[in-house]
Nanobody
């Protein structure tokens, strides 16, 4: 059974940094794409960043220049480095993974989410 376990969330002041990690385990040989989504209270879930097996990346306009997604294929782990955090970045962050390189928003596997809170 495939499991995604996120870590690294927490409370940080505006302007600070956090690094999220997502480890994938169980029954999946090759992960084509990994991504980070977030959902703030009262808002829809939105894509933050994605990365393919070939390290092609995509970012939401709101995080470009501040967030960096990376992955370690040998460890089946993805990371999200978040710098210059803003209060509007406050949300539950979810990791997602899929066998396809370009699954759109239809990722097969999801983590349980980790809370990121940015105080002003």
């Amino acid at each position: 059974q495939v499991q995604l376990v996120e870590s690294g969330g927490g409370l940080v002041q505006a302007g600070g940094s956090l690094r999220l990690s997502c480890a994938v385990s169980g029954g999946i040989r090759s992960i084509g794409a990994m991504a980070w989504y977030r959902q703030a209270p009262g808002s829809q879930r939105e894509l933050v960043a994605s990365i393919t097996l070939g390290s092609s990346t995509n970012y939401a306009d709101s995080v470009k220049g501040r967030f960096t997604i990376a992955r370690d294929n040998a460890k089946n782990t993805a990371y999200l480095q978040m710098n210059n955090l803003k209060p509007e970045d406050t949300a539950v962050y979810y990791c997602a993974a899929d066998r396809s390189w370009y699954p759109g928003n239809e990722y097969d596997y999801w983590g349980q989410g980790t809370q990121v809170t940015v105080s002003s």
